[in-house]
Structure formats: C-alpha cells, structure tokens
C-alpha cells in the first residue's frame, strides 16, 4: 500500500471559554485517528487554532480591562496545555488572527466576489449608543413580548417563547444598561444558492458524509433554495476588516475554517513545504472532525467557498454527537460540567481517552459518559486485563529475559497478527468500540494462557531447586526454561495489544517502550516478536479508577459553580450559562440564515391550539419507515392517542423516551397514515433529521393540563 497523504482537522474551539470534557470527545477522537494513521505509516498532519474572533471576545476582554489580543493570547496558552495533558498531539496549533489566516481569508473572498456570488442588504439591528457597537441578540435584554418576565434575552425568553429583538418589551444593552436605538447598516451576503446544483450533487456523491448527514442536508436544506449567508458585520467588531469593504469585518463564521488553512500555512514555513501541496492538492484526503452543531457551515458553506476558490473539498467530513453525563446535559449544578482542568486535578487523562474510545463510533449517535461505568469498565478492562498480562509477567523478566527464540504459545501470537486488519478497518472507520472489541479479545486469549502456566508458581518450584544443593540440574534448567518462555510470550502478547492500543492510550505505549526497550513505531510491530532482550524492571502503569477522585472531581466542579456565583454576582453566571453553548456566543446555525419570524396573531389564535401536557408510555420504531417513532401519548384519566412523530433520527432509543412529558396538540386534525391513524402532534424544536428536539414540561406538571 502507497503512503497516503492525510490532512486532519478538529474544530477550532472559542477562545471565550475553557475546555471542557464535552469538547474532549472530539478532540480525542480525532487524536486517536491521527495516531493510527502515522503509526500505519501515512503522512498525516493535524492541525488547529483558536478561533478569536467576534463580539464576545472584545466584551470578555474589555471586563478583564485587557486588549482582546492579550486576552485570546491567554486563553490560547490554557487551551494548549489541556490538550497537551490530555495527550492530544496537534502538529500545529495556530490562532484564526494571524496574518497566515488572513491571507487565505482574503484569497477566498475575492474568489467569491470574482464568481458574483455577494450581495449588498441593509440590515436593521439594534445599537447601543454608549457602547458604540450594534448588539446581537445575546446582548440585549427586556421583557418578553408573551408573558411579561423582566430581564429575558433578545431573542428568547425562559417562558419558551421566541421572537425578535425588536420585539422586546423596554430593551436594554448588556453592555452598557442604556436603551438601545434601531440603526440601519449594510451586511455583506453570499448567495450560496447559486452553487445548489454543486452542493446537492457533492453533498449526494462525494462520500464525505455520513449517510445520516447528507439525508438530513437533503431532507431540511437542499430541498429548498438555499438562504444568502451574512458574512459582514459593521465596526466595531474584533475581526479583519474586509479590504473592498471599509467599515465592515468577517464574520467570525467566516474566518473560522479558513484558520485551519492558516494554521497549515505556520506549519510549511516551519518545515519548508509548499501550501499548495497540502490545500491544492487532489491527492491529499482532507479530514474534517466536527459536531453535530455546526454542520451546516462544514457541510455546505464551507464547501462552497473552497470550491470558489479552487482548494481541495474535504474527502471526509466525520461527525459526532453531544456529550451527555449520566443521560443528561452537562450541568454546572451537579457538578457534571468538568472543565479538562478539573478532570485532571483528579483523574489519570488515559481513563477518559480510553472510555471515549469505547463509546466511539462511525455514526452522530450522542456520547454519555456514565461515571460509574467508566470505573468499572477501566477497572475490568484495562487494570484487570489488559495491564494485569504485564504485571503477572514483567516481574519474572528481571531473572529470565526473553527467550532467544519465540516458544510455542500454541499459535496466540500469530492469531493476535491475524486479527491485525480488522482492528485496523475499524481504527479507520472511527469504530474504536469496534477496535476495542477485538483488541480485548486477544488480552482474554494471554490472560488465560498466563493463568495455565502460572510462572508465579514455576519461579517458586525454580527457586527451590536453586536453593537445594542435591538438585537435578536438568530439572532446574527445565523449570527455569519454562518460566522464561512463559515470560517471554506473556510479554509479547501483551506488547501486541499495547501497538494496537497505542492510538488510545499512548502513555501506555510509552510506558511498555521503556519496559522492553523496544520503541514502538509502526503498525507492523505486532507482526515481529522481540527475543533475546532484557527486559526493564517493571513500574506500575495504570492504577484502578480512584471512587474518591471522582467525587471530588465532581465537588470541584460544583465548587467552581459557587465560587463564580458568589464573586461576580448575577451576571458573571448569566454569562457563564451562555458559555455552555461556546458556539452559541458566535450565533449558530440560524442566526446566518436571515429566516422572517412569522406573522403577528392575537391571543385568540393562539388558543385555537389545545396544548396539553402528554406522558409518553409507548414509544417505538416504525421498521418501514424511515423518519417514523409511533407513541402512545396518554392525557390523564386514561386517556390515550396514538401519534405517528418523525422524530426516528433523533431518538434512536425510543424506549428511552417512555415515561416523560412532552408538550402535545390535542386538537389538530387527526391524520391516516399508511402506518395508522396519527391523533395529534408532539412540540419539537430544532431544524429535523437528528437534530429535533422534544420539548418537556417541567417538573410537576401532569398529564392533561392545559398549557397557556
Ligand atoms: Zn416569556
């Protein structure tokens, strides 16, 4: 096989806030990825930055009283020594606010301005006089246009209700407390549209997306035509002025991918190579690791723009889902919300790398991390398993060395070789669980081998002949020779499965390195036993999970939660609370769609629509259909409807959902679907395939009460 030529990103984390164990999924998965390409002997670079810009950064940094330069610089250098302790290895970390980034920012938007894909709009948003800056939604606050609760955001209110800033009941700016005034400005936008055909013919063909994205890409946007993306905003605004554009900045969604250019720039004028021969290459695979969340912009935007300007198109864009802790959002308030800081005051990084890895998969499914689980998997499978082959061997190698020639280990060596392939396609799939499985299989197969020849045992029976002058020398010789090769296959048995865990847990492979005085290097090395060595004497590697480190991992967390409440006051935890959605600071997905909120009704209309509270207590696939959950909804004294929901994609465990409350339309229209008669409609958000989102009522409610 010819070496291939390999380009990995991760996405660029907010230089507004700290990392935290929901972004170490992705960041650990791409690491193992990176780490099994080189050790398969790929040229494969990873590369990342901090992405710097926008409005939050220069409202964080004018709090600390500092230029947002000195602030995303400190936040840069925190971020890089998480990833480094957690052992996530980038082969350059840059920044989206350096020149090299901005060149290709550049590059681009002529590319784009050149195919007359930009549009001038005027844009009507509010600004804060005192301030001087025009305030996204996030930075105003009011009274909610629906139920009257003071000091809600500009775009939502904690009743449920959505609406635009405008109508807000008494605005006021976050930033300044002043009202804000209605200003008019001019955004620059791209009409994506015009590249439909591309988009959809890529997004169906290329093969770089999960199936499950390019469904949801073809079932929620493609099918449209596709809105004008705006990409400006007005000064003030810490970003790059746009050169044809005086006055007006990028976006920092715009900048934000195009820093993984730049940072691949910083990389080639370090090592002497060319720029174009990694972005302008159709032989380079460039891999994209991303969430859910911000799919959109990866999966078309982005391609748009590197089409327009003639770079490579991502061979692969891999997706994952959310982070859960124990089923759950991450919470501040029970301590779940572990900043990478944190998790490393109290527990080893390998325990977390290796659990992650055994949750990963190919597909956008959610993680949850389940601490109890974590304990007892790391404990059973790594300490108990695979560590213990070391440890019941390692000891004995001091006396013994390895054998000069590999013994007969009945054929356990050459099965572990042969099993090689599969783990390797299933490394390459992102199917660490996969990998796992069968990585486990082959400490089974040592374990018991070790157990039947009990070297703890020969040692003993050797040590006795040596200690007795009378003593047949064959039969110490023997006894000696036996415990040697047990060794000597106990060790190479287990330093196969460590080459194999090493993109997983490299401080293992590190550890075993020094242990038998062998580097690990390549893939292949579990093809080639080591005879003949000493071997080191044996250090420990890895200790059970400590019960006491995660509880006081978790007070910790909780700590920090008070301690922030009881320093800043109200609003540094407002602003913490934002935080926990990073990518929400720099407005998601729809805040670059220009989508019109509907038309005014009166009370009246709203009541026309009977909202009750349901209990979900039946809920199951559809087998044929492909978007379909059947429920049974019950409303209260025995009351039930059954309701046909497309909502398949997003809760792929429908018995999960038995026993909740979920916001029901009692009295729409009852509708004949080919799998039955649907009687009613579950209240979802979110924009359809896996990202819908069941709305529950609080705790307390019950079923049958009327929503008003
Ligand atoms: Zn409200």
């Known amino acids: 096989m010819s070496e291939r030529k390999i380009l990995v990103t991760s996405a660029l984390p907010y230089a507004n806030g700290q990392i935290h164990i929901g972004h170490l999924v992705e960041y650990i998965q791409t690491d193992v990825w990176v780490r099994f390409q080189k050790l398969r002997g790929n040229r494969c670079l990873y590369f990342c930055a901090d992405d710097t810009h926008g409005a939050a950064i220069t409202i964080a940094a004018d709090k600390k009283k500092i230029t947002p330069e000195e602030f995303i610089a400190a936040v840069s250098q925190d971020h890089q020594k998480d990833f480094a302790d957690f052992g996530i290895e980038f082969d350059n970390y840059g920044s989206t606010n350096t020149p090299e980034t901005f060149r290709f920012c550049d590059e681009i938007w002529k590319a784009i301005r050149k195919a007359g894909l930009v549009v001038e709009k005027e844009i009507e948003q509010y600004y804060d006089p005192e301030a001087k800056r025009f305030l996204a939604d996030r930075y105003i606050r009011g009274t909610c246009p629906k139920c009257g609760k003071t000091d809600q955001y500009g775009d939502n209110c904690e009743c449920g209700a959505t609406y635009s800033a405008t109508d807000l ?13 209605l200003r008019k400005s001019k955004h620059l936008f791209v009409e994506v549209e015009k590249l439909h055909e591309f988009l959809a013919d890529w997004v169906e063909h290329s093969g770089a997306l999960q199936n499950e994205v390019a469904n949801f890409l073809k079932g929620q946007f493609l099918c449209d035509p596709l809105y004008a993306w ?26 934000a991918p195009i820093g993984y250019i730049g940072s691949t720039l910083q990389w080639c004028q370090k090592h002497g190579e060319n720029i174009e021969d990694w972005w302008k290459n159709p032989d380079v695979e460039i891999h994209h690791f991303i969430g859910k969340d911000i799919c959109y912009f990866h999966t078309l935007f982005w391609p748009a723009m590197l089409k327009m300007a003639g770079f490579t198109l991502p061979r692969k864009v891999h997706i994952h889902g959310f982070l859960t802790v124990d089923g759950e959002k991450m919470s501040k308030s029970k301590g779940t919300f572990v900043l990478a800081r944190t998790y490393l005051n109290h527990l080893d990084p390998a325990y977390l790398r290796y659990f992650f890895a055994s949750k990963t998969s190919s597909h956008v499914d959610d993680l949850d991390l389940n601490l109890a689980e974590m304990e007892a998997k790391v404990n059973a499978d790594l300490v108990g398993n695979i560590v213990n082959i070391a440890s019941r061997t390692a000891k004995f190698a001091n006396l013994t060395g390895l054998a000069e020639v590999y013994p007969d280990d009945g054929g356990l060596f050459a099965q572990a070789v042969a099993q090689s392939e599969t783990i390797a396609e299933a490394f390459e799939q992102c199917d660490y669980g996969k990998a796992l499985r069968s990585i486990l299989e082959c400490g089974f197969r040592a374990n018991k081998y070790i157990e039947e020849m009990a070297p703890w045992t020969l040692r003993k029976q050797w040590a006795a002949l040596d200690k007795d002058p009378q003593a047949d020398p064959a039969a110490k010789d023997e006894l000696f020779a036996r415990l040697r090769d047990s060794v000597t296959v106990g060790l190479n048995l287990f330093r196969q499965i460590v080459v194999y865990l090493s993109p997983i847990l490299p401080t293992l492979a590190r550890q075993t390195e020094e242990l038998l005085g062998s580097p690990i290097t390549s893939w292949s090395d ?4 080591l005879v003949g060595s000493n071997v080191n004497e044996y250090k420990y590697m890895m200790t059970r999970v400590p019960k006491e480190g995660i509880e006081a991992m978790i007070e910790e967390t909780k700590q920090l939660e008070e301690a922030s409440r009881v320093q800043a006051g109200e609003e540094q935890v407002q602003a913490d609370a934002a935080g926990v959605c990073d990518d929400q600071w720099k407005d998601s997905g729809q805040m670059l769609i220009d989508e019109p909120m509907s038309e005014t009704i009166t009370i009246d209309d709203f009541t026309k629509v009977d909202l009750r509270v349901g209990r979900i207590v039946q809920a199951e696939q559809v087998k044929e259909a492909r978007k379909l959950l059947k429920l049974k909804i019950s409303l209260g004294g025995g009351h039930t409807r059954q309701v046909f929901a497309g909502i398949k994609a997003a809760y792929p465990e429908p018995e999960k959902l038995v026993g909740r409350l979920v916001i029901f339309v009692a009295n729409s229209q009852p509708r004949q679907m080919k799998f039955g008669l649907s009687e009613g409609m579950v209240v979802a958000s979110g924009p359809g395939g896996p990202d ?11 079923p049958g009460m009327r929503l008003h």
């Not at 400006?232 to 976006?251: C, H, K, L, V």
């Not at 579990?526 to 036993?529: C, L, M």
């Open 526 to 529: 579990v093809e080639k036993p």
């Open 230 to 255: 705006d990409v400006s905003r007005p000064a003030p605004y810490f970003g790059f002025e746009i050169p044809d554009s005086p006055g007006n900045y990028w976006y920092v969604w715009f900048d």
């Open 169 to 181: 009941i008494d605005p006021k700016s976050a930033i300044s407390g002043t009202t804000p005034e």
């Open 692 to 702: 819908v989102f069941l709305t529950f009522p609080d705790e307390g409610a019950k």
